[in-house]
Nanobody, 121 residues
């Protein structure tokens, strides 16, 4: 089985910064893509940023403020969030698409437990 542990959320004033981490452990053969989603109260979960191979993708609302990165040796995903705004307030979830063994025929997706980010004005 695979476990994802998120950390780094909290309360910050507008204009501040936070760094989220998502550490994957367990039966992992290869990680093919990783990403961050967020869900604000009363809203649908939305993609914030994703990384696959050497490519990254960002929601328009966070471009230039957030940076996604990964440490392959540690199977850890990061999200550096700068210039935070009140509208960034949400629960942030990491997602990892991976193969558990060399014989796994397709990617499986795993979600983190979520971490609350609250930005005060």
């Amino acid at each position: 089985q695979v476990q994802l542990v998120e950390s780094g959320g909290g309360l910050v004033q507008a204009g501040g910064s936070l760094r989220l981490s998502c550490a994957a452990s367990g039966s992992i053969f290869s990680i093919n893509a990783m990403g961050w989603y967020r869900q604000a109260p009363g809203k649908q979960r939305e993609l914030v940023a994703a990384i696959a191979g050497g490519s990254t993708n960002y929601a328009d609302s966070v471009k230039g403020r957030f940076t996604i990165s990964r440490d392959n040796a540690k199977n850890t995903l990061y999200l550096q969030m700068n210039s935070l705004k009140p509208e960034d307030t949400a629960v942030y979830y990491c997602i990892v698409r991976l193969k558990e063994t060399a014989r796994t025929p397709y990617d499986n997706s795993y979600w983190g437990q979520g971490t609350q980010v609250t930005v005060s004005s």
